[in-house]
């Protein structure tokens, strides 16, 4: 008899099964991933992107384009916008609650007592279902860090690392080398592993070499040259020139899409692409809340970054698309977060902030907001907001035609925009 009949009682349920939020660690896991018989997946191919910033886009391209390419494609990302059920998607359409529902319960029957976070249980529930539906590609992205993330327990075909920053200090140590040693754990011996940095960490070109991997580095094993309204790929086997940007805004997308064409490249003889399925994927790829222009007489931009790098990106985008008026930025954030890196790297792009509120246990209150932030900023530039929809009415009211509105620093802070339809 099923546990539970709805997904928000399975969801609700599985937020009090485990006694910590974040655990890290494969032996649980793998545990009850073994008892599924779901360790090794009947997909052609797994492609698994870990990094600080671009996994999502990462996945998203390699989605498009793989779909165009007429391939049967399924892609676990984390966390969600609106609905639990944008995490698992099978041929670019989420999963629906009946599906979700059954695999949470096949997780629960083969769980016996052991515990599972919110993550691992809704990791184990993606694998499932791509067991089940058997696609020629399963994508996964890492929810945090790699080496001891769930998704780990599945072996990649391809491991794809994007930008690595400093974030989730408490779980994966305070500089990048530290960090890129824990994302190098999702690399397999003998298995291609792809970094989309220029100038990676040293150390996460160590760890591919110590694991056996083969390394292919962005400006070494393969590379693109931007171009005004067109870019050039090249790697070890020939190139592509004259490619539609991704339709995803920012300079950084260039990147994790050359690291996307390396990953496909390598895959040519188990999964052949053509040059029109590239361009075909690479216009057509949507994610929503990564630099998510909605246009308007006050135009809005949504963007989940949350951390001093995805900031600065940002940053970027704003002043490459400047608007007549002025900037005004509702900001909610998470209490791990790095507010004074995230608000000094936008600083000069904005002219009004308001700082919110976040309905999440571990979400900074506006008043927590506004302490981080004085001294950053003058105080007549800081607006305090009871919560985020209340922040972007306000933003709303003192915007003028011309104006904009960028609300940003967490998944949560843009879920709420949304919600509130504004």
Same mark, same amino acid.
């Given at each position: ?131 089940? $539906? %058997? ?7 890492? &929810? #945090? *860090?790699?080496?001891? @993330?769930? !998704?780990?327990?599945? +072996? ?50 160590? $760890? %591919? ?7 292919? &580095? #962005? *400006?070494?094993?393969? @590379?693109? !040259?931007?171009?005004? +309204? ?72 949504? +963007? ?119």
């Amino acid at each position: 008899m099923a546990r539970f009949q709805t997904l928000p009682q399975w969801l609700q349920w599985q937020e009090t099964l485990h006694p910590r939020e974040i655990d890290l660690g494969l032996d649980r896991v793998a545990a009850v991933a073994a008892r599924m018989g779901v360790l090794l997946l009947p997909a052609r191919v797994v492609i698994t992107v870990a990094g600080t910033n671009g996994k999502g886009s990462s996945v998203a391209m390699l989605e498009s384009i793989l779909q165009a390419a007429g391939y049967h494609v399924g892609a676990y990302t984390s966390p969600h916008l609106l609905r639990y059920n944008e995490r698992i998607r099978i041929n670019g359409r989420d999963i629906d609650d009946d599906s979700l529902c059954a695999a949470f319960q096949a997780v629960d029957d083969a769980r016996g007592e052991t515990t599972l976070s919110y993550f691992e249980f809704g990791t184990l529930a993606a694998l499932r279902l791509f067991f089940d $539906a %058997a696609p020629d590609v399963a994508l996964l992205e890492v &929810g #945090l *860090g790699g080496r001891l @993330d769930a !998704v780990n327990i599945i +072996d990649p075909d391809v491991a794809m690392v994007t930008s690595i920053g400093i974030d989730h200090v408490q779980w994966l140590g305070d500089d990048r080398e530290s960090i890129a040693r824990e994302k190098a754990g999702i690399f397999r011996n003998g298995r291609p592993a792809i970094g989309c940095e220029v100038s990676p960490p040293v150390s996460l070109v160590q $760890a %591919a070499r110590q694991i056996g991997a083969h390394w292919y &580095g #962005l *400006g070494d094993q393969y @590379d693109y !040259v931007p171009r005004e +309204d067109c870019w050039d790929w090249n790697g070890p086997s020939g190139g592509y020139t004259d490619l539609p940007p991704p339709s995803l805004r920012g300079s950084q997308q260039l990147a994790n899409a050359a690291g996307v064409l390396m990953a496909l490249e390598l895959l040519q003889e188990r999964l052949p692409v053509s040059e029109t399925a590239i361009r075909n994927g690479l216009r057509d790829v949507v994610l929503p809340g990564r630099c998510q222009f909605v246009p308007g007489a006050v135009e809005m931009i949504l +963007d989940v970054s949350h951390n001093p790098h995805g900031a600065a990106c940002l940053a970027e985008v704003l002043g490459l698309s400047p608007c007549s008026g002025r900037t005004h930025l509702v900001l909610g954030m998470l209490d791990d977060k790095d507010v004074g890196g995230f608000v000094t790297a936008l600083s000069s792009a904005v002219d009004l902030w308001y700082p919110a509120s976040l309905d999440n246990p571990r979400g900074l209150s506006a008043g927590e907001l506004d302490q981080r932030m004085r001294g950053l900023l003058s105080a007549n530039r800081i607006h305090p907001c009871l919560n985020v929809p209340t922040a972007c009415r306000e933003a709303g009211e003192n915007a003028s035609a011309g104006d904009r509105i960028v609300v940003c620093g967490s998944f949560f802070t843009v879920a709420a925009a949304m919600a509130g339809k504004v």
